[in-house]
């Protein structure tokens, strides 16, 4: 039990770190976007609290959505394969992100077409921390197995 909380907590942590390294990507290629259409580039400060803000989201969304949806794929999965494990995922994570904005979308009174493209954004913003949550989950539990096999045993006991 304590084996499989670690291996998903270090799966959340990696997860959170592609969403706040695509927030990254993300001001990097606004920045750009700018600077051709001759823009504003938005300030000094606008790189910062752009990747603090994926940060913060990045928190809310690690036990909302990728952990949930790496949870399902492992026990939908009994066979430990990795493709059906991340395509389960995909499937998961993508219903909760388009549920989560949708939920956003009416509380907020947004246009319908502005929110299946906020859906959209959604579904393929989850895609890369899921795929890195699930990895990294079922590469430790690899790991694991494999360095149980060359442990050597305990004195006395017979393998």
Do not use: N
């Not at 976007?33 to 989201?57: E, I, Q, R």
């Not at 979308?105 to 929110?115: L, S």
């Amino acid at each position: 039990m304590i084996g499989k909380i670690a291996r998903h907590l270090a799966g959340a942590a990696a997860a959170w770190l592609v969403f706040v390294v695509q927030g990254v990507v993300a001001y990097v290629g606004q920045l750009a976007y700018a600077v051709v259409a001759d823009a504003d580039t938005g300030g000094p400060l606008a790189g910062p609290l752009l990747v603090l803000l994926a940060g913060g989201v990045g928190v809310a969304l690690v036990p909302l959505l990728f952990v949930p949806a790496g949870l399902v794929s492992e026990v939908a999965t009994k066979s430990g394969r990795l493709l059906p494990k991340l395509l389960i995922a995909f499937a998961v994570a993508a219903a909760l992100a388009t549920i989560y904005i949708t939920v956003v979308a009416v509380a907020t009174d947004v246009p319908i077409i502005g929110a299946l493209s906020a859906c959209l954004g959604g579904v393929v913003a989850v895609l890369g921390p899921t795929a890195v949550h699930v990895g990294v989950s079922h590469g430790t539990l690899s790991i694991g197995s494999i360095w149980r096999r060359f442990r050597p045993a305990a004195p006395g006991v017979r393998i």
